[in-house]
């Protein structure tokens, strides 16, 4: 008997250059003349044309549809995916982004052909300085950490304005996402870690100890990645100030504190914004997202350059070169990913400012209602009020079943569910990272709890079923380690008969 | 709250079993001091609202303009099923493949565009995709210096001025410089000015960095600006427009050691800037220095072929302020889109576009220069020129009011050349029609005698 598969439901796909076939293929363009590159050198010229799949408009729809089918989306089921934020994406954000008004703009029209989209640009930014507390904001860098080495660059000027160049370090908490130091380093800086306390904020005391003159900036992720508020903040930006440097703080958890804290308001240097977190843009299979900046009033000059500004009469116009001549500069092409930052607007004024304090208040009530359901059954090691997020283990389970975060991350999939982030942040041991989100049903989190219970029941029962799982998906645990130690990164070129023909 | 689930009923519930009376309870954490009450911010849209309003934004854009405006970003023919397979949910609304079992989809196609861009750049190792073609270039600049240990880049003066500007912010707060490699007046870069640069043996070069096309749409001789880089034992970087891959040489084939570019012409809209899609490709032997994530094949506990993340010790969730780069979120739904047009062209539909834009631009090209605006440099090109027309950025302005964009007054580029602020730089693709080529130059007769007169 031949393979059996079925005919609905996800399926594992061959890839496109299995499917090629020479002479299949659409044809999408006119034929351009014989003559078309007679102008250009031979050795200019590609000997070859390029090994690329050829296959048909049903092969190739099937090929990525039935693929899609091989995803977890959330479009398709609940992703507590702590510190990624995976509330609903909504559908007119969708439609929006394709109007074709804001799809086919050509980013170097002169300003008066984008007026619709500087205008969207302008009232963004001031949006998000009401949020943020900030004076001002730039909408280019392309994602969080890019946001994050912006705000750095910015912080790395304003000592340089003062004649203060001896500035070296850049402080995180051990808690920190690893973005932090990662950008630290490119911007050229030293990283010094400071411990948490025992209650999961920044250990004041070696905090003190760390900073000096050779502070450039603490990053600080508040809430941090523990889902808790840093209660000591105003300690903590008091002591930062003190010896004369800014404090960033990384707003990868701004949808628990919206209209609660606004981190301008209270002292904060810098943020940035995840808008592919915090406002629901669509996460893409990892991007593209958007990573705003707001900044107060030290770091107002050193902005990227072009902003957009808005003129007495009305009409909006992009920064000329040269007209700042303190910015930074650019850190990207053009002014942002506007695409992103369109969805972001109208997700913005679908909720208005009250909507978004009530985006937070039902985002922590959801994590802190989770938080209660799984007490008693897995280790919550930081047991009190927290945000949108907790951190819950399976540290207990492990000593007594062998069964690890891991194993019941998995075994998670089986229940329907998407694993939270697992093994972060880095302090708690067999953490797992529980983040519901604002969007998700009562009966869901309710389901979800339930799941977490049983797998932890199973643990004990069966652990065999939970080490081996998942057992429901299209694949089961991957071999990692050959991958790493052989890297495959592309399938073999195409070799002889199968060469394309030049037409 | 308009996406919401939660009943009154429902956050009753929740609180009970918290033992809580109002949700401010859940907020006594943030510092009486600090706390926020609330946002002085217009109240919600419902939705037939805010559709009206963002389309009536849409509408005061104009992309209604005869268009000939290129310079790094390019308008093409997209077939209609890419956008149909990229608006899908169960791909948008995933989230990095950190959990592959469930993953395979996203992971495959990244499998998928890393093994088309492989073949049409002709280096191994091609990122997942980084954020656009001026980080992907600032990227490679820093994989020269770590990967040599020297700490001097030569980038071009005709790579685009704003993947040279991104590429000196990245820089500048480091202790490594960027300088810039002249062009000759045939819009070429100038490699005897290269040749001197790589001769300063005191201070050994890491990287050389050349465009192809180039900013002005020239062609450069590559091989020969790859060898001299490599014989000062440096190493060598493309910057490459993807679709003149199917007609152009491929960075692997004269010794580029990475290519870097903007991807947007695979099947991305212009959407004024982004999202777009970095490219950055490199031979095996940098294989750990690109940043970025990568897709590997392998297979799972029953044998069966799947994809994964892999060789994750150089990203910054592991290695932290070792790592590669800080580079987490990345731009795979763009690369995804350029995975599915590359599919939907095949090679000859590539092929084709880029020939017809090349076509088009030599019509063009003969237009413009019987209506009094010849070309400024006369080394060769693909599909994208500048040319002289005196008063440009004037004339540019006047011809808008007539409906042609007439490509980049490259005065805004370059204002302080006393040749090129005369330029506009002006494209050709396959979606340019004779008749709008015609009405081009056609006007720009027109403009050019009245501002005469």
């Not at chain 1, 078309?36 to 050829?54: S, V, Y």
């Not at chain 1, 979800?448 to 089961?476: G, K, N, Q, S, W």
Request: hydrophobic share 45%; aromatic share 6%.
């Amino acid at each position: 008997m031949t393979d059996l598969r079925p005919a609905v439901g996800p399926v594992l796909q061959p890839t496109l250059d299995e499917l090629s076939r020479p002479g299949r293929g659409v044809t999408r363009v006119p034929h351009p003349p014989a003559d078309a590159l007679a102008g250009i050198p031979a050795e200019q010229l590609r000997a070859r044309p390029p090994a690329l799949p050829e296959v048909d408009e049903p092969e190739a729809v099937r090929h990525f549809v039935n693929l899609s089918h091989l995803n977890f989306a959330v479009d398709t089921g609940f992703y507590p995916l702590g510190s990624c934020t995976m509330k609903w994406n909504p559908k007119i954000n969708e439609w929006a982004a394709r109007l074709p008004g804001f799809a086919d703009l050509h980013p170097l029209v002169p300003d008066a052909a984008a007026q619709g989209t500087l205008q969207l640009l302008w009232e963004l930014e001031q949006w998000l300085c009401e949020i943020s507390g900030m004076r001002a904001v730039t909408l280019q860098p392309a994602a969080g950490a890019q946001g994050e080495l912006t705000g750095i660059l910015m912080v790395r000027a304003y000592h340089r304005s003062r004649g203060d160049v001896e500035r070296s370090e850049i402080i995180v908490p051990d808690s920190s996402h690893g973005t932090n130091p990662a950008t630290a380093s490119m911007a050229g800086y030293r990283t010094v870690t400071v411990p948490s306390d025992a209650r999961g904020g920044v250990d004041l005391v070696a905090l003190r100890a760390a900073l000096g003159l050779r502070t450039a900036a603490l990053m600080l992720t508040n809430p941090s990645t523990l889902g808790l508020f840093e209660d000591q903040v105003v300690e903590i930006l008091e002591a930062v100030h003190a010896v004369g440097a800014l404090a960033y703080m990384d707003g990868a958890n701004f949808n628990a504190v919206m209209g609660t804290f606004r981190p301008g308001a209270a002292g904060f240097d810098a943020m940035h914004f995840n808008t592919h977190k915090t406002f629901a843009t669509p996460h893409g299979g990892g991007g593209p997202g958007s990573g705003p900046v707001a900044v107060g009033e030290r770091l107002l000059p050193f902005l990227p350059a072009p902003r957009v500004l808005r003129e007495a009469d009305g009409s909006f116009r992009l920064e000329r070169p040269g007209e700042r001549p303190a910015s930074i500069g650019r850190v990207r092409s053009y002014v942002g990913s506007v695409g992103v930052l369109v969805r972001a607007y109208a997700y913005l004024r679908a909720h208005g400012g009250s909507g978004l304090r009530e985006v937070s208040e039902d985002a922590v009530l959801a994590a802190n209602y989770l938080r209660h359901r799984l007490r008693g059954t897995y280790d919550i090691p930081y047991d009190r009020v927290c945000k949108h997020e907790f951190v819950a283990s399976s540290a207990t389970l492990h000593r007594e079943t062998g069964i690890r975060t891991l194993d019941v991350a998995k075994r998670l999939i089986d229940h329907g569910h998407h694993p939270p982030t697992i093994y972060f942040p880095l302090i708690v041991e067999e953490a797992m990272l529980i983040e519901p989100t604002e969007t998700e049903a009562l009966e869901t989190l309710d389901d979800f709890a339930d799941a977490l219970v049983t797998i932890a029941a199973e643990a004990h029962t069966d652990p065999d079923a939970v080490h081996t799982a998942p057992h429901t998906a299209p694949v089961r645990r991957l071999d990692e380690a050959t991958a790493a130690r052989q890297p495959d990164l592309h399938w073999r070129p195409m070799t002889g008969a199968e060469m394309p023909c030049p037409d | 709250m308009p996406y919401g689930p939660h009943t009154p009923a429902d956050r009753a519930r929740m609180l009970a079993a918290l033992g809580m009376r109002s949700v401010d309870e859940l907020f006594d954490d943030i510092p009486a001091s600090v706390r926020a009450h609330g946002l002085d911010l217009p109240g919600p849209e419902p939705e037939q609202e805010l559709a009206s309003r963002l389309r009536e934004l849409a509408a005061r854009n104009r992309v209604d303009l005869v268009s000939f405006l290129g310079a790094g970003v390019y308008r093409h023919y997209v077939p209609a099923l890419v956008d149909q397979v990229v608006s899908r949910g169960e791909f948008a609304t995933a989230y990095t493949p950190y959990q592959p079992e469930i993953s395979q989809g996203t992971l495959q196609t990244i499998y998928e565009y890393q093994s088309m861009l492989a073949e049409l750049t002709g280096l191994d190792v091609v990122s997942a995709s980084h954020y656009d073609g001026a980080t992907a270039t600032a990227e490679a600049a820093l994989i020269c210096l770590r990967a040599t240990g020297r700490d001097r880049v030569l980038v071009s003066a005709a790579v685009h001025p704003q993947y040279q500007a991104t590429t000196h912010t990245y820089l500048d707060g480091t202790r490594f410089a960027v300088e810039p490699i002249p062009t000759r007046p045939d819009g070429s870069t100038d490699l005897d000015a290269l040749s001197r640069l790589l001769a300063d043996g005191g201070r050994p070069v890491a990287g050389v960095v050349l465009a192809q096309p180039n900013v002005f749409g020239v062609l450069e001789s590559m091989a020969e600006a790859s060898r001299l880089a490599h014989a000062a034992g440096a190493l060598f970087v493309a910057v490459v427009e993807p679709v003149s891959l199917a007609v152009l040489a491929p960075p692997g084939a004269y010794g580029a050691d990475i290519a870097a570019g903007e991807g947007q012409p695979l099947g991305l809209p212009l959407g004024y800037g982004g999202p777009y899609l970095g490219i950055l490709a490199a031979t095996t032997a940098l294989t750990r220095q690109v940043p970025g994530r990568l897709v590997g094949r392998t297979t799972d506990a029953d044998g069966r072929r799947a994809f994964v993340m892999t060789l994750r010790a150089r990203e910054q969730d592991i290695r932290r302020e070792r790592a590669a780069s800080n580079i987490c979120t990345n731009q795979a739904l763009c690369a995804l889109t350029a995975t599915v047009y590359l599919a939907a062209m095949g090679p000859h539909g590539l092929r084709d576009a880029a020939a017809l834009g090349a076509a088009r631009a030599r019509e063009l090209e003969r237009a413009l220069a019987a209506a009094g605006a010849p070309r400024i440099h006369d080394a060769p090109y693909l599909n994208e020129f500048a040319v002289r027309v005196p008063g440009a950025p004037r004339i540019h302005a006047a011809l808008l009011e007539r409906g042609i964009l007439a490509g980049l007054p490259l005065a805004s580029w370059f204002p302080d050349d006393p040749v090129l602020r005369d330029g506009l730089l002006v494209c050709a693709t396959e979606v340019t029609r004779p008749d709008e080529i015609e009405a081009f130059a056609a006007a720009l007769a027109g403009v050019t005698a009245e501002v005469a007169a």
